[in-house]
């Protein structure tokens, strides 16, 4: 997989709005020559923060007890430059498989 071409593609470069990449998440894609779609969910340590805000005053999450999302990567900063470095880290490392979920038709 570390050699094999791909493409990234990111959830937050389809919004009308901008998104905040110090304090946001999205969805990532990616897509290895001959077909397979991996996927997982970039978050900033301050958006984790802002979220726990957010449910303790909607009452989700026992009140901002506790936060989980499957697939997820923590980041500084939520950007293209980033999320890029990341995955090259992860395909790098051999740990990949292990963070991205494979998407199944």
Not at 5 to 25: F, G, M, R, T
Not at 65 to 71: D, G, L
Not at 77 to 90: A, F, G, M, P
């Amino acid at each position: 997989m570390t050699n094999t071409p791909y493409s990234v593609w990111i959830e937050a470069e389809q919004w009308e709005q901008l998104w905040n990449e110090d304090d946001d998440n999205t969805g990532v894609v990616v897509r290895f020559e001959g077909g397979s779609e991996w996927m997982a969910t970039f978050f900033t340590y301050q958006n984790i923060f802002s979220m726990a805000k957010k449910n303790e005053e909607t009452g989700e999450c026992l009140r901002g007890s506790y936060f989980w999302a499957s697939e997820m990567i923590l980041v500084r900063k939520v950007t293209r430059i980033d999320i890029e470095v990341v995955i090259k880290n992860l395909l790098a490392d051999g740990t990949f498989e292990s963070v991205f979920k494979l998407c199944e038709d």
